[in-house]
């Protein structure tokens, strides 16, 4: 069961190899004039910068209790570091600890809801628990009960969602609103359990966020992606602008059931059938920029480097400010031999330094082409 845990989330943080993480697995953190500003931000954010560093370089020598008391000694310097906690969540569901995993993700998307990395990362975590609830649930249910239940899985779904709302799954926005509704179920999720908690010593109390909050049955207050106030209704979490929780789950499980499919193969490095279950969904999802950029991540570790440019183009024509789809373009011109179109794509992400971490990587990176470096020795395999 750890195993499996573990295993679902590599994909997410670890995309090509430890030396190029922080290349490919950070997403925005905050705004600076230039990259030498986070040294100048605060002493405690630049000890925290260090730990970090540190922590990366254990990870990259195989050593996750070391790494792991470098995130903490960052966290103790400044609590509020994302990267570390990222990194920390990332050791913890790799080691199997989903709670303390899904914690930690948690907590990084409160302090930066549009962290796309965080909110992938968390969706693994919660599937993992879940994947893991119902099999434990599995070895005490009747027999005829699992017969039946196998048969409904088998049963033929019907696909409702492209009949009925076949204008909005080919606009680009309706996956960014999927993905808002998706954290929201999150959130929903949280509260639920946090209430049933709850109401198991304060049985006559209303649902209250903040009540939770004060008897610690919740240690987070979960935020709305689109500023939605969550109410208790009819025995199910309710968000003023996502609706009710179950129909919501109905939606969001339907619009991503074939997306995740296709990153837990990519995960386990099935990428023949990764390949074939992305270009299915991109049938019915033709204008979702990550199913490019997954596609692309695919043929890229496949070694399949100008199918990967190919589609990793498509994804960038669809989100130009897209930094990580950016760099692992970086990545496939740089192994393919192509020193200036990889550099172009290095330059534009450190002009526009949006990302602390993605400009000071592309930095590094565009230094030791420019030294005339290969692409193996600017990241070894071990």
Known sequence: MKLLASSLLILLLFSHTPAAMAASGYSPLRDYNTAGDILLHSEKQSKSDSYYLLALQEIKKNNPLRAFNSI??????NKYDIRLLRLRGFLFARSGKLKEAYADFSRILLLSPEDEYSTL?????????????????????????????????????????????????????????????QQCLHNMDTLQRAYENYKKTNSNKPFSIKDMMLSLALKFEPLCPNRGNYTWTNNQIECSVHGKEKPLRGEVTKIFGDFNNALQQKQRKNYLEAEKLFKQALIFYPKWPELYYQLG?????????????THLEKALSMAPDNLDIQMLLAHAHFKQGSRAAALAHLDKIIK??????????????????????SYEAVFPTY
Do not use: C
């Not at 991540?297 to 440019?309: S, V």
């Open 297 to 309: 991540d695919t043929y890229f570790k496949m070694g399949r480097l100008q199918e990967a440019i």
């Open 72 to 77: 903490n000694a960052g966290l103790r310097e």
């Open 352 to 373: 526009e330094n949006k990302s602390v971490i993605h400009s000071m990587s592309a930095k590094s990176i565009a230094r030791k082409i420019r030294e005339g470096k």
């Open 121 to 181: 990362a968390l969706r693994e975590v919660k599937t993992a628990i879940d994947n893991a609830q119902s099999s434990i649930e599995l070895l005490y249910t009747p027999p005829e009960e699992q017969k039946n239940r196998s048969a409904k899985d088998k049963a033929p779904k019907v696909d409702e969602t492209s009949e009925k709302t076949p204008e909005k799954i080919l606009t680009s926005s309706y996956f960014d609103n999927m993905r808002d509704k």
